[in-house]
């Protein structure tokens, strides 16, 4: 496939346009799909979910998968991921929530600490996969 193609994500893409966020869930190109940096949230409200770092980054993991599997993917065809996190000192919790999701063979990954986000959520993760 040749070109640029914007995957409608049910529940993420509505609330992108909702919060008047200029930016799209997914993108299918050129064999890849490329998904937004993506924070916990409800799929089906489009709400930022509060919680531990454990819980934060389960949902944000869930997130990322449903953004996938909209753009026919799947977490076992993540080449690349790159998390943000707003306390390095959670690396080792997110490490241990993050395994349980690419158990076999991971993809590459970054690891960014930031300052802070304009909505309440302390991770964001990221992801190139295979289309």
């Not at 064999?31 to 949902?59: H, K, N, R």
């Amino acid at each position: 496939m040749s070109g640029k193609e914007i995957v409608f994500v049910p529940g993420v893409s509505e609330a992108l346009v909702r919060h008047k966020v200029p930016f799209s869930a997914a993108v299918r190109a050129n064999g890849f799909v490329f998904v937004s940096g993506m924070p916990p949230m409800d799929p089906a409200s489009g709400q930022i979910l509060q919680g531990s770092i454990a819980e934060q980054t389960a949902a944000s993991l869930e997130t990322v998968r449903r953004c996938l599997e909209a753009a026919g993917s799947s977490l076992a065809k993540v080449v690349s991921t790159r998390v943000y996190c707003v306390n390095a000192a959670w690396f080792p919790t997110i490490n241990e929530v993050y395994a349980r999701y690419f158990p076999v063979d991971p993809p590459t990954r970054t690891f960014v600490t930031v300052g802070s986000w304009p909505m309440p959520f302390d991770v964001e993760i990221e992801v190139v996969a295979l289309a």
